[in-house]
């Protein structure tokens, strides 16, 4: 367990700069995209050829690569839950207007656009079981989260980090395959949503490393045990109609491995980008137990590898229920 009242402390101090992180690393409404800027508009008479059109690329797409956009909408869409965990964490007090719960509140809303914009291209793209997808979303929308964050606001802004460079990099290869194919309209929409994620994955590591500077031994241990735990999509209790919580999620995670849109590796190289961001290496002052976990950690990389390396991605494609055959 952790000494909450040191940690209600820092962030008591780093919610003062709030506003300042809102203005960094978020965008003003008025400002920022929004789904219906990149969506056929069903007011104009160009809807149908659009709509032809974005159906003819979506037929093309590879299974693997089209399952994984879906996956990667479902997670979106599921932002409720992520909101409701966050607003929980110690330090984050949903009953102010400013601080803490106002970043939250800031960051849902622009999330709130990603979800928004894929759902209604699937829901155009006239090979998706949208009432398959819905169920998956309900589900997993009812079966919260069990990410090992605990309230702790040191451990979720690890996870948060890891989460919005993840989706990034997630989101950002989607688009990458999606132009190669020619998909241009989802090539663009992919690229929006992976450069908001970037803008996020930046904000919180910002904040962890602000709580270094604070509190360093203390943040280590927390970033070391969310590695030891190993960091679990937010997704992972993914399931489709019949199933219990979670079985879904390995056919899903074959799937974006197989496309190479989120690999074993892609886990490693994040992780090592974390530790240069946060210069775990040259940390100093820590306490001996914080030490050990800075060892842990610089270490951990290239053991990763090692077990990388032996794992196979089944080449079996499961049939989601998702798609229409
Ligand atoms: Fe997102
Ligand atoms: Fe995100």
Known sequence: MYNKLVRLEVMKNLGKEVEDFKASYLTPVEKIWQPADFLPDSSSDNFKYEVEELQSFAREMDYDLFVTLIGDCITEEALPTYESWLMGVDGIDQEENSGWASWIRSWTAEENRHGDLLNKYLYL????????????????????LDIGTTMDPYRNFV???????????????????????????????????????????????????????????????????????????????????????????????????????????????????????????????????????????????????????????????????????
């Open 125 to 144: 793209c006239g090979r998706v079981n949208m009432r398959e997808v819905e169920i998956t979303t309900h589900y997993l929308i009812q079966d919260g």
């Open 159 to 325: 996870y948060t980090s890891f989460q919005e460079t993840a989706t990034n990099v997630s989101h950002r290869r989607v688009g990458t395959f999606a132009k190669q194919c020619g998909n241009k309209k989802l090539a663009q929409m992919c690229g929006m949503i992976a450069a908001d994620e970037a803008r996020h994955a930046k904000a919180y590591k910002n904040f962890v490393t602000r709580i270094l500077e604070l509190d360093p031994s203390e943040m280590v241990l927390a970033f070391e045990d969310m590695m030891r735990k190993k960091i679990v999509m937010p997704a992972h209790l993914m399931r489709e109609s019949g199933q219990q919580a979670g079985e879904l999620w390995s056919h899903f995670s074959d799937a974006a491995q197989r496309c190479m849109v989120y690999t074993g590796q892609d886990y490693i190289d994040i992780l090592a980008d974390l530790l240069d961001e946060w210069k775990i290496e040259h940390l100093t002052n820590l306490t001996e137990k914080a030490q050990k976990a800075q060892e842990y950690l610089m270490k951990l990389p290239s053991r990763l590898q090692k077990i990388t390396e032996r794992i196979a991605t089944p080449d079996l494609e499961y049939q989601f229920k998702w798609i229409k055959s």
